[in-house]
């Protein structure tokens, strides 16, 4: 079974350039690849590609943090966008793609005024065993990776989320919820 890690970009980088090893168990041995919309400029060095799948969309984060839109419904408007990738198997291990920042927008862009939508990547290599899928977020229950988390568990990876295993949730879900798990437990 093809193992991913979800965590902060902030224990992903602690671990990598050997500070800590509090964090070892939420990092994996592959890439550190990126699932957030905005990254900082001090991770570009960090981060080796993009998992464009799993990166919410500029408008709806203006949403969530402007207010327009609770965590939970941020959440469940992912849910319901990804639960389209998931049933079209493009989260499946060795379906799942990871792109990098396009040369056109690195010719056109500082890095720092990056529009991250659209044109500007490049690249579908699939994401690999091992591999480190991060946000800046501190705490999972707070950040979009618990729902990432979950589609991943449903595709078929073994998941570990800031350090724990995230149960396999097959596709038959019977109670119907989206929010159990590890998904929005501490949020509701
Ligand atoms: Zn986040």
């Not at 969309?57 to 609770?70: F, R, Y």
């Not at 899928?133 to 078929?156: I, Q």
Request: glycine share 12%; net charge neutral.
């Amino acid at each position: 079974m093809m193992r991913v890690y979800l965590t902060s970009l902030a224990r992903a980088s602690a671990v990598r350039i050997g500070k800590s090893t509090r964090f070892a168990p939420e990092v994996g041995p592959g890439p550190v690849l990126g699932i957030l919309r905005r990254p900082p400029t001090w991770a570009a060095s960090l981060i080796s590609g993009h998992v464009l799948g799993l990166m919410p969309k500029h408008k709806e984060l203006d949403a969530v943090q402007g207010g327009e839109l609770t965590f939970d419904g941020y959440c469940s408007v992912l849910r319901r966008r990804w639960a389209r990738s998931l049933a079209s198997g493009l989260y499946a291990p060795g379906a799942l793609r990871v792109a990098v920042t396009s040369t056109q927008h690195l010719a056109q862009h500082h890095p720092d005024g990056a529009f991250w939508d659209g044109q500007w990547w490049e690249g579908r290599d699939p994401v690999v065993d091992g591999s480190t899928l991060c946000c800046a977020c501190k705490d999972a229950p707070a950040c979009h990776r618990s729902v990432a988390a979950e589609v991943l568990a449903s595709a078929g990876w073994e998941v570990i989320l800031d350090g724990e295993p995230v149960a396999f949730r097959g596709h038959s879900d019977h109670n119907g919820s989206a929010g159990d798990a590890t998904g929005g437990s501490g949020r509701e």
